[in-house]
């Protein structure tokens, strides 16, 4: 028996002991490690200068992105680059409108039609910063159209100062500013804009003007569409949830005016919110076909119940009335209404436009419209050229009757200072009244001597007339004194 390694020496080769075998591990392993570390290092640095230069490719090549991401399974990073992904995914039946939109995160577009309205920004953009629903689900549009004053320069001005504030819960979402001429040449003045001759080709202007807005603004991630008029004075800033709560497909609040106290304190403002009436129906079965029926001018006897003329300041604000007509201030409608075709009609359609044509056609296509009667808005006021004419009227009243107060009171000051030491007036008028006697009495002897002597008869005569006149004087002012 040898042992295995034993027969090794037969190959000539004198390895002697199994030491020399051992050596070669410790000679090689030193050698290895260095090898693979350089080796490592190798790939390290490939690695990097690839991913430095990928980087830098998809910064000067952007559709690089399309190619590469994906492959890497990393494709879901570029669903929201909207530079790179040019096909969009929505699911529409993702915005059809709930209750609380607010925790659903329900996007809003807010619609504001503008023209010349510069002065009224100021007020507007108080009430946009009080706004309770979250403001990043509202995107605001705004359509400025034939305007001669700052409107669109101070609109933005407005704009900027309300991006840019420092508390983040003021700052709106996406903002669009629309800007078309609509050839309006019904002056914007109270008289000119609610004149009744002035109206259809009113009604009909202002509806393209909501259509073109509505439709270069409305984006499919929207649930609701709002419109509000630039010159809402009051309004609570929970509207947008008040009216939502209600999960009607178009919802109207009440818009009612204040008035100074000689016009009765306040009054209903918005009468484009009624309920359909038969003697309406009536009348529009005879009117053309293009006419359009306005309400609140006693051109057209409807006898619609009006919105306005129900509230009950007392009334509970939640209370809903179905409604055909509406009017514009104030409108919460679901974005499904506009995606289904219901529109502002700017032309006639059963016999209305605009705002009030938008109720019947919405209507007419099943959806509900409702106006709440107790829950009430005010549109800012502004007097009309009668009451200007009377107010004017007023003032020139209110000045005489100052001037007539002042002169009176003047007269009263001066009867006061004449009197104004009673004791010392009562004396001097006791000392005449003595004199006076005295003086008569003396007058008296005189003539008694005249009768006897007669040589100074003028003179005694001249002093009793004088006594006269005086003791005559003094009893009148006494007695006024007294
Ligand atoms: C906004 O809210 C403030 C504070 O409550 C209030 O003083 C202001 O009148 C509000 N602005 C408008 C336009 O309602």
Redesign the pocket.
């Known amino acids: 028996m040898f042992p295995r390694h034993s027969h090794a020496p037969s190959n000539g080769h004198a390895y002697g002991s199994s030491n020399t075998f051992s050596i070669s591990p410790h000679r090689f392993q030193p050698r290895t490690r260095p090898a693979l570390r350089w080796r490592r290092q190798l790939f390290v640095k490939i690695g990097v200068i690839a991913l430095f230069s990928s980087i830098i490719l998809l910064l000067i090549f952007p559709s690089f992105r399309d190619i590469l991401l994906p492959s890497l399974g990393l494709g879901f990073i570029l669903r929201d680059d909207p530079l790179l992904n040019t096909v969009k995914h929505y699911d529409l039946s993702d915005t059809q409108g709930t209750a609380r939109g607010w925790e659903r995160g329900e996007r809003i577009l807010f619609c504001v039609p503008l023209r010349d309205a510069e002065v009224h920004l100021p007020?507007f953009f108080?009430?946009m910063?009080?706004f309770t629903y979250p403001h990043h689900l509202i995107d605001l549009a705004f359509l400025v159209s034939d305007s001669k004053d700052q409107t669109l320069a101070k609109l933005k001005e407005n704009l900027e100062a309300l991006q840019n504030d420092p508390d983040d819960k003021i700052p709106f979402g996406e903002i669009s500013l629309i800007e078309k001429d609509f050839g309006q040449k019904v002056k914007q003045d109270v008289e000119n804009r609610h004149g009744f001759a002035a109206q259809a080709s009113r009604r009909k202007t202002m509806a393209q003007a909501r259509n073109w807005l509505l439709s270069a603004a409305l984006r499919p991630y929207h649930t609701w569409v709002y419109w509000r008029d630039i010159d809402v004075?009051?309004?609570p800033?929970t509207i947008l949830e008040d009216l939502m709560r209600h999960n009607k497909d178009v919802i109207v609040p009440n818009v009612w005016r204040p008035l100074p106290d000689w016009l009765g304190g306040e009054q209903p403002y918005d009468l484009n919110s009624w309920q359909e009436s038969e003697t309406a129906l009536a009348l529009a079965d005879t009117l053309d076909e293009d006419a359009v029926i306005v309400e609140g001018y006693a051109e057209y006897a409807t006898w619609r119940p009006h919105l306005a003329y129900l509230r009950d300041p007392y009334g509970d604000p939640d209370v809903e009335m179905e409604i055909d007509g509406v009017g514009g201030v104030s409108i919460l409608a679901k974005a499904k209404v506009f995606r289904a075709g219901v529109h502002f009609p700017a032309f006639s359609f059963e016999k209305h436009a605009e705002t009030e044509g938008f109720g019947k056609m919405a209507k007419r296509m099943r959806f509900s419209v409702v106006g709440l009667p107790h829950y009430t808005i005010w549109h800012l006021y502004e007097p009309s050229a009668d009451d200007l004419k009377h107010m004017e009227r007023m003032e020139e009243e209110r000045k005489s009757k100052e001037a007539a107060e002042k002169a009176e009171k003047e007269r009263q000051a001066k009867l006061m200072e004449n009197y104004d030491d009673p004791k010392a007036q009562w004396e001097k008028d006791k000392q005449q009244i003595e004199n006076a006697a005295l003086e008569a009495k003396k007058a008296e002897e005189n003539k008694d001597k005249n009768l006897v002597g007669g040589a100074a008869g003028p003179h005694a005569h001249a002093g009793e007339g004088e006594a006269q006149g005086k003791s005559g004087n003094q009893p009148a002012k006494v007695g006024g004194n007294v």
């Open positions: 007020m108080g009430h910063r009080n004075e009051t309004a800033a």
